[in-house]
């Protein structure tokens, strides 16, 4: 996926994203993965989790495309889908970036309004 | 001033900014009401202008914004006022005119002045998760939920270099 792909992503694809990022665990799984590739048994290691439990996991994550690995499922090791990942957080980046940029063209506005107020009140003295 | 802006998820079913602004409040509560000023700061950059900007500031009354892009694609959104309480307190409902945008959601936002500081807090309530994730990818009315937090790590850590895209 390129820079810019979220663009392209379906609303399905998106969906299936926000629910697998939902989840606590699985964000979880991320971080992990996000320092090397790890097998089921790895990844379940610091979870208080059955492996059929952690798998159950992982298949939400694959079917949302962060992630990879595994025909095998137990020994084949994960890994994440990086260019995937990215595409998802630079629309969630675009998202609150365009909060911020309104926010800072509500600041000017504020300044200007301030400024014309006074200069009304000087006025009137 | 460098405000930071906070986006957090306080439910599965809400999305709360909170920023400060160094101004009273009842600029602030001018400025978001006000079409002539709206028209200065609300969604207008990068070349996107509001080609319909009209605000009946009553309860029951009606407001219908839509912007024009650069390439002359258009995006609308329209609301009620349900409470107006000048100038610390405005409630709202809200829809997006696109076709995935799922139910209505209603908007509050809370002005709070002090030292001739406001601070501004705007809680998005949605009638279900799904509505929430659509308030989301509409790209105007929210923000990131801080869950993502733990996902920006992850990705600072791609962006690194540290682990393989793929």
């Known amino acids: ?96 970036k365009v909060w911020e940029g309104n926010f800072e063209d509500l600041d000017n506005l504020l300044e200007e309004m301030k400024s014309k107020e006074k200069t009304r009140r000087r006025k009137k003295r | 001033m460098n405000a930071t802006l ?32 709206l028209k200065r700061w609300l969604g207008v950059r990068g070349g996107w202008t509001f080609a319909v900007c009209e605000v009946d500031l009553k309860v029951g009354g009606s407001y ?3 912007w024009r892009g650069p390439d002359g694609t258009e995006m609308g959104m329209r609301g009620v006022y349900r409470e107006i309480v000048r100038p610390e307190r405005l409630v709202n409902t809200e829809k997006f005119d696109e076709p995935w945008y799922e139910g209505e959601a209603v908007d509050t936002m809370v002005l709070v002045e002090r030292d001739g500081k406001t601070t501004c807090t705007t809680t998005v309530i949605c009638g279900s998760k799904e509505i929430r994730d659509s308030v989301l990818k509409s790209g105007m009315t929210g923000g990131v939920a801080e869950s993502y937090d733990k996902l920006d790590e992850v990705l600072a850590s791609i962006a690194d270099g540290r682990v393989s895209a793929g």
């Open chain 1, 1 to 96: 996926m390129e820079a810019g792909a979220y663009r392209e992503m379906s609303p399905d694809r998106l969906d299936a994203t926000f629910a697998a990022l939902a989840d606590r665990t699985r964000r979880g799984i991320l971080a992990r993965l996000a320092s090397g590739e790890a097998s089921v048994t790895e990844l379940a290691a610091p979870f208080a989790m059955s492996q059929p439990a952690i798998s159950k996991h992982l298949k939400v994550l694959e079917r949302a495309g962060l992630i990879s690995g595994g025909r095998d499922a137990q020994r084949r090791p994960r890994r994440i889908e990086g260019e995937s990942l990215a595409g998802v957080t630079e629309w969630l980046e675009r998202y609150r």
């Open chain 2, 6 to 37: 906070e986006v957090t998820t306080p439910s599965d079913r809400e999305i709360a900014m909170t920023r400060v602004f160094n101004a009273p409040r009842r600029l602030v509560f001018d400025a978001w009401t006000k079409p002539e000023l």
């Open chain 2, 64 to 66: 219908r914004f839509v």
